[in-house]
Nanobody, 123 residues
Framework: QVQLVESGGGLVQAGGSLRLSCAASGRTFSNNVMGWFRQAPGPEREFVAV???????VYADSVKGRFTISGDNAKNTVNLQMNNLKPEDTAVYYCAATRSYILTRNSTGYDYWGQGTQVTVSS
């Protein structure tokens, strides 16, 4: 059974930093794509960042220059370093992974999801 477990969320003041981690178990994703999404109150799950099996990264414009996604194939983990956080970054952050090697920003392209971790940025 595949599981993705996020950790590292919390409450931080604007301008602060947090580091999210996602640990995968049940299979390896070294040949696939892993990403981070977030969801503020409402129906939309927003793309944040993605990393491919060969290290290519893509970011949403809203986080570019502030967030960094990285992966550790040996540990089967993916991390999201978030700096200069803003109140509008407040959301539940989800780790996701695909069974394919195709990069996508669309949440429907992901096959596995974590349970989410809350990030709250106070002004």
């Amino acid at each position: 059974q595949v599981q993705l477990v996020e950790s590292g969320g919390g409450l931080v003041q604007a301008g602060g930093s947090l580091r999210l981690s996602c640990a995968a178990s049940g299979r390896t994703f070294s040949n696939n794509v892993m990403g981070w999404f977030r969801q503020a109150p409402g129906p939309e799950r927003e793309f944040v960042a993605v990393i491919t099996w060969n290290g290519r990264t893509v970011y949403a414009d809203s986080v570019k220059g502030r967030f960094t996604i990285s992966g550790d194939n040996a540990k089967n983990t993916v991390n999201l370093q978030m700096n200069n956080l803003k109140p509008e970054d407040t959301a539940v952050y989800y780790c996701a992974a695909t069974r394919s090697y195709i990069l996508t920003r669309n949440s429907t392209g992901y096959d596995y999801w974590g349970q989410g971790t809350q990030v709250t940025v106070s002004s």
